[in-house]
């Protein structure tokens, strides 16, 4: 799956193929794939079907984003499928683990979940500055 191109011969996989190995590399079902890109369980079975709607581009970054392969390359079949190692944005272990959480998570939980850091965020600085305004 980590051909740039397709073999001499070959026409370039077509975006359902693309998506269909895209989600077997993740070893994911197609329930699975619609729970975690927040989409109803048909739209996944029309993604890869060969005359079946493509996703919007929206849909093909999440699907991307959970299934670890690069976005151009499912977009468009163009460069390598899997991302090289630097371009992860994680820099610390946590940051790695907070990560494969958040792709595992069904994309509509993504928005509570920010919220949530957001304000936890606001308390701690608020927290922090209520001690440092009595010492």
Do not use: Y
Not at 56 to 64: E, G, K
Not at 66 to 95: H, S
């Amino acid at each position: 799956m980590n051909d740039d191109q397709a073999p001499v011969g070959r026409e370039p996989l077509r975006v359902f193929e693309r998506i269909l190995l895209a989600r077997r590399h993740a070893g994911l079902t197609k329930i699975a794939l619609a729970q975690r890109v927040g989409v109803c369980i048909s739209a996944a079975v029309q993604w890869e079907h060969p005359r079946g709607t493509v996703p919007s581009v929206s849909n093909l970054l999440r699907i991307a984003a959970t299934t670890g392969v690069a976005f151009e390359w499912l977009a468009t079949g163009r460069g390598a499928a899997l991302p090289g190692r630097d371009q992860t944005v994680a820099v610390t272990p946590l940051e790695k683990h907070l990560i494969a959480v958040v792709r595992r998570m069904p994309s509509h939980h993504h928005g509570p979940l920010l919220d949530r850091l957001l304000e936890w965020t606001r308390e701690l600085d608020r927290a922090a500055k209520a001690l440092a305004s009595t010492v």
